[in-house]
């Protein structure tokens, strides 16, 4: 059998030039993505070690950029009304997960509401989020069994 490649047909050229590195490689070198607006299969604009290396600098950049832009749009966001009602419905479908799975979040947070432990030394000791995870647990076993449940 001949060998499949992993790039569709669709492409015409065999070869691109990245623009960071400068250097004519095969299109088999750059990452591929499907473009949902395009609907079709596209190659990235970087060859694949070109993309990696600049990828951490690049995102850096554009957050510090973008950073102001970011949290106007959150502020708005919150205060619109339409999105009080959605907040508050996710609010509560995550603290009721964080209660069911006891995660550290919540359990942090039963230290520093019940027994003014701050979060920063429950972060710093995390045998005491271990253990009241553990108490907790214990606290709902033996309530199950003392109503009949397994």
């Known amino acids: 059998m001949g060998q499949s490649t992993r790039l569709p047909a669709v492409f015409s050229f065999t070869h691109k030039v990245c623009p960071i590195c400068k250097e004519n490689k095969k299109v088999e070198e750059y990452p ?8 079709k299969h596209r190659i990235g604009n970087y060859c694949k070690p070109c993309g990696r290396k600049e990828a951490k600098p690049r995102a850096i950049k554009n957050y510090q950029e973008n950073q102001e832009k ?33 995660q550290d979040c919540y359990v942090r ?18 045998e005491i989020v271990e253990t ?19």
Do not use: M
């Open 70 to 102: 970011r949290k106007q749009y959150a502020k708005d966001y919150r205060a619109n009304p339409d999105n009080k009602e959605k907040r508050r419905k996710l609010e509560i479908h995550f603290k009721k997960k964080y209660r069911e799975e006891l």
């Open 32 to 39: 591929t993505y499907f473009s949902k607006a395009r609907n």
């Open 132 to 150: 009241k995870r553990l108490q907790i647990k214990i606290r709902r076993k033996l309530k199950n069994l003392k109503n009949g449940k397994k």
């Open 109 to 126: 947070d039963v230290l520093a509401t019940r027994y003014d432990i701050p979060t920063e030394v429950s972060r710093e000791i995390p």
